[in-house]
Structure formats: structure tokens, C-alpha cells
């Protein structure tokens, strides 16, 4: 029997707002923001897109591009999907020799898989405690589990762990995941894909170095968020007259938006040419890189 696509808890529910007005004179609710369309003729198209917005890139090769595009299927159909197409399908390995992020893309369910854009990305980082192993599978991002945005404040080791103020992050909610300390037993984590401290942490991407979640570069998040490439379901729920601040009135919505994530491991025993090993951190001899997520 196929396994189902891991659909996280809903979020825990907030307390109504006490109204301020009597409801005789409450003002008529706002209309939901309706997005405007990136201009594109074809989902293709976001090749330019990506390679203009997005300032760390990776060139997959042929040959790994349609390997990813069957661990992809794969991966599909074991969650009792394997006919999504026409929807732009995050794919991530967490193979500690690549830690990469793919965008990847096909028109028909017969066709196949095609990348539209790759990136340098850090998955969890075993070996202390309250690091986990990034969890593999389908994960959906669904509003069920609300995105917010980073207040670009620092932590108590000086970094920025959701990256620089207004930055989204993706949350997919609560899962089980392996502890990458201790006895390694499998126990519930939080389950987030956002951006990471731009100076002290982003030079790091392409090696595993998070408590779990997926580290994206900010550029990436500017372009996923701006062209809502993942928010199939967020604008569902606008048209349907919900208000959903997260998203920006501004933003380019995408006609083939996705709405899942899918984690796998390429198999990978040494470090391919595509992708090459970060050069490390932009900091003094001696400090101390911290992880933060």
C-alpha cells in the first residue's frame, strides 16, 4: 500500500480578537489581494527567472537532472501521487556530499522531469544535541501550518537564524524525524525551509550544518516567496476570500505553482563537480558558528 503524503498537524489555533466596535458599526471586512501573473508564456520561462534572481546557483548536469527526476517520481508514488505535473515540485537532497535544491518541473505525468534551477542548501547536522536528521519524504505546504516572516533580530549567538528581516519561512509543520545525538531515536521536530544569517551563515550552504530544517539562500527565498512558486494552496485559499497577510500585495503569482517539497537522498559517496564544497565562513579566526535553526 502506497504511503500517504505526510500532511503536518495544523498549527495550534490563536485566541479570536476582541472586537473594538460594536458589530452595528464594524467596517466591512477587506477584500482579499488578489495577485498579479508573472508575465511568462511557459513554466520554461522561470529558467531566466531563477538565473536572474537567485545569486547561488548549481548546473546540474543531464544525467543528474533525470536522476533526481526518477527519485522524484519515485518518491511521488509512494505517497500515492504519481500523476502531479504542471505544478513546479521543490525537490531537496540532503546527501551530506551534495546538499542541493532543485526546482524541477514537467507538463504531463507521461513526461519527464525537467530542473528548472538548482541552488547550494544545509540540512541537519548530526552529531549535538537538538540536531536532527533532516527527515526524508513528501511534505506539503499548506496554510494548515501558516508561514510567517523573519524579524531579522539576532539570537543569543549573534546570528540571524531566519535570515534578514522580512524573509519567509516555509513551515511544513510537525513531523518525526531521527535525533542526530544520543541513541539517534526518532521524535517530533519542527520542520521549516527559510533563509540564514546572509554574513555569517550563508557562505556555508552545500554543507549540512542545521538543527534539521532546510537553509535556502536569501535570494532563493526572495524568489519562491515573490513568485509564489510554492503557494498553490495559500492562493486557493485567497480566492476562496480568506485574508492571508503573509503573502505581499505586490507579489507575481505563478499560474503553475506547487505545493510540495520532497526530500530524498541522491546517493551520493563523494562530492559531485556540480557541487562544490562551501569556502566557509566570513568570520574573525576563533569565533564561534553557531547553528541557529
Not at 9 to 19: G, K, M, T
Not at 110 to 121: C, E, L, N, R, T
Not at 221 to 226: K, R, V
Amino acid at each position: 500500500m502506497p504511503a500517504p503524503v505526510q500532511t503536518p498537524a495544523p498549527s495550534p489555533a490563536r485566541p479570536p480578537v476582541q472586537p473594538t466596535a460594536s458589530a452595528t458599526h464594524a467596517p466591512p471586512p477587506a477584500p482579499p489581494i488578489l495577485p498579479r501573473y508573472t508575465p511568462v508564456p511557459s513554466a520554461l520561462d522561470y529558467r531566466k527567472l531563477y538565473a536572474q534572481t537567485v545569486d547561488l546557483t548549481l548546473s546540474v548536469p543531464a544525467a543528474a537532472q533525470a536522476h533526481y527526476g526518477q527519485l522524484l517520481q519515485n518518491a511521488l508514488s509512494q505517497a500515492g501521487l504519481p500523476d502531479v505535473a504542471s505544478e513546479f515540485v521543490a525537490v531537496v537532497d540532503c546527501n551530506p556530499f551534495v546538499q542541493a535544491f532543485m526546482l524541477m518541473w514537467r507538463q504531463a505525468s507521461s513526461d519527464p522531469w525537467q530542473v528548472i534551477g538548482a541552488s547550494p542548501i544545509s540540512t541537519g547536522m548530526p552529531g549535538r544535541y537538538d540536531h536532527f536528521i533532516t527527515p526524508l519524504g513528501v511534505f506539503r505546504h499548506t496554510p494548515d501550518n501558516m508561514d510567517f516572516r523573519a524579524e531579522g533580530t539576532l539570537n543569543d549567538n549573534g546570528i540571524r537564524g531566519y535570515g534578514a528581516r522580512d524573509q519567509r519561512i516555509y513551515d511544513l509543520g510537525w513531523t518525526q524525524a531521527q535525533r542526530g545525538w544520543g541513541h539517534r531515536a526518532t521524535s517530533q521536530m519542527r520542520l521549516q525551509m527559510h533563509a540564514t544569517d546572509p554574513e555569517r551563515l550563508e557562505s556555508l550552504l552545500g554543507m549540512r550544518h542545521s538543527k534539521g530544517c532546510i537553509r535556502i539562500p536569501g535570494t532563493l527565498n526572495t524568489f519562491l516567496d515573490h513568485y509564489g512558486i510554492l503557494d498553490a494552496d495559500y492562493e486557493t485559499r485567497i480566492r476562496e476570500g480568506h485574508l492571508l497577510w503573509v503573502l505581499k500585495p505586490d507579489r507575481e503569482a505563478s499560474r503553475w505553482a506547487g505545493r510540495y517539497i520532497v526530500i530524498v537522498d541522491g546517493g551520493a559517496t563523494q562530492r559531485p563537480t556540480w557541487s562544490p564544497a562551501p569556502r566557509g565562513p566570513k568570520v574573525k579566526h576563533g569565533a564561534r558558528i553557531d547553528t541557529a535553526d
